[in-house]
């Protein structure tokens, strides 16, 4: 006690510094001594709290995989709420037990199709599952509002599409494409209507998630892809582009010819690209005559166009870039030249005298 | 004013350290509290992400892995196995055996059924000759598989080749002896996806400590804690530096450094470049500094990302002499990265590139160890000199010791709160000692690791990488397996 006084006697009478100094290594000491605590305290309760998600969610996967099979064997399209799983329904007033319930119906719903949905549908809609989506998308949090939008979507719940439309421009990127997967997922093709009400960009991420959903569907009636590809936005210009692509929108070809000139340099590449692999003759000509005001990964595609359908109209334009200094048009144009004209390719061959070239001759003629 | 010369040197030195003392805390709390927000903000983007339409679209951009190879016959078969079970639709492996002196092509070529290929590629990037060349495997199950052969250039000539041989829009450069997750590419992928006003030019993964896990085939089984302190302070000193440091940097959008063990870029722009320094042991930093300041001096919008998502295991120096080795090239390199880049460093043409992560670097990375060596001095000055406050020494040392231990309490709740990947009973209380015994028993090695580069970095100009020696997670999972 007398040599804690004497610290205590002793510390009044050291500069200010020292004391600041004193007084943090104190504060840390207990700090830490807390944080210890804390940390014993935040693993066994995240411990106990995955041991119970666990049991829970396999007692809600037995409920409703009971349920819905019990609904599909009695085989009629009306649901009675006095069948819906007790479990559930009692549950339904926890959050984390909420969260659990919507999460394995989610799951379940992934994995059933055609008419074993339509049960897990009426659960959500007829509990208050639907009322605390509904809720959600007022909430000034944008990740629960993010949610809010996934879950009526996995529930097809189109009547709240009004609302969710307001956030197709939404300030964060996670509501955006939860709301453009919601119309995809709802309203199949004639979802992609929100394209034209959009103004912040498609990441190349939403187009394929997007894209991956339409895949989806059988029946394929596209309307609005003309509209698309004259955008202003040049990220839907460019989703169009790959719409037209996957479903073979040869009809489109007019309007993928005027993009050939558009001012954004990957909506040009990504139109030289379609227009090669629909094989489009006009292109190659008008390509062929504003060469020299193509940019270097333009010309690289445009080549590459050339060697899918080679025409012998081409053999002049090419014998120009047999030697051109860049890779991958010297690859490309020799490709080119050995189908056109096999005998001047060989020619070629024995006139060549430096190695790097006579190395990517006899690849090309190896080929 | 009866104060001698000697004095006011001492006066001074003491304001210079309390100084450098509050700055480096304080960098480290700003550092925490940024991260903090950053990483909630990264769980509550995931928690709703759908991975598996990006594994299977037409359209996801190709993806090259490069790996570079030396010497690494004791798992390469493995390894590459690993590396071939990536969950994504559009990749390759590309394999770069840099010259090994040993029988690693060999058991590649038996392994996986390679045959030698005409194989015809670009070389904007000079890199050193193929030896054997270029080949692939008779066996369709192997497709995504390349194997070039070359002479010995060391890691950044190897990584330039895979660069040069790769066709991907983007390339993913990692260690061969690192173990990937199956859904590391989808994840490492995403921010160059979702970026539409600033172009990504490149995303750094975490790197996590494999020692103790349980690996099989190629994937990990089971997450374990070391039993050596060795070991257990390297997990602690990762999970400070990519949990806390990296997380924070990378909202500041200032991350200078992508571990050479696992990051994404845009070949393009690394090509652009010129591709990986060869004459560099620190080829990892210096080409994302490069990069950085490419994009600023062509004004490009960019961001450099960063997936704090355990993707990458490695296996951790088990030995003082490996770890002092491994980080005095680490320092070696941190040196002759900010040398060959210092007109970026306060100048304000590069923003907070150059405001704020440069100096960062220099003042508490680079110079850590010469403060820390010279208040050592100091300390032992003072002492002989009978000059010493004990009352402010052992005050300043509580202080800077308490401050670590807290420091990596925090990392510890971060790492619970987020990715909880050592979730085993006890080893909650196992971090805790081991954070309290890091800064004494560990930090002195990294220290004089440290040293040992600033010198080598002066007057042995000649050293290069050092040598690692490694077990191999395969072999180590399975004498876990046998003990279990």
Redesign the interface.
Known sequence: MARFQDLLE?YEQ?PV??QV??V??VV??F??LL??L???G??VN??QK?KFIYSYQKKVETCLIEYVYYEHERNTNDVFEKSFPREIIRGLSSRLKRKIILATMMKLKAEVSGEMTLPIHALFLKTRLFDFAKEKLDSDKW?IV??GI?SLSMFKVNSVSNVVMKHVNHER??VRR?AQLYFVNLFEFEGLDFLTKIN??????D???L???LNKFEDQKITGVGVWLSATNT?VILFAL?LCR?YNLFEFKEAILALLIHDDKEVKIEAIKLLSYFQVPEAKERLKEEYHKLNLEERIIFFKMLEKSPVKEDLPFVLKYIQDLN??IN?SALKVLKILDVEKFKNLKKATLDQKSQ??ID?VA?? | MDSSPLDISIYVFHFLFIVYTVLVILSYIILAAISAKESIEYVKKNSFVNYSEILNSDVAPSVSIIAPAYNESLNIVENVRSLLSCHYVNYDVIIVNDGSTDDSLEKLIDAYSLVKVRYLFDQPIKTKELREGVYKSTNPAFDKLIVVDKENGGKADALNLGLNVSDSKYVACIDVDCLLLEDAIQKMIKPFLEATEKKVIASGGVIRIANACIIKDGKLLEVNFPKKLLERAQVLEYLRSFLLGRMAWSRLNGLLIISGAFGMFDKKVMIEVGGYDTTTVGEDMEIVVRMRKYMKDTNTQYKVAYIPDPLCWTEAPDSYKILTSQRNRWTRGTIETLKMHRDIGLNPKYKSLGMLSYPYWYVFERMAPLIEIVGIVYLVFLILTERIRWEFAIAIFLAAYLFTVLYSLVAMFYEEFTFRQYKKKGTGIKLVVTAILEPLIFHPFILYAALRGNFDFYFNKKKKWGKMTRKGLSKMSINELKQK
């Open positions: 002793n050291y510094l020292i100094i004193w943090f290594v840390l000491f700090s830490i944080g210890i804390l940390l014993k935040v693993r995240l411990r995955e990740h993010a949610l996934k990127v996670e939860e912040a960009p498609l990441s190349e991420w187009q394929i998630q894209l991956a959903i990220s790959k996957m890779f991958q690859v190395e990517i690849f190896y080929k």
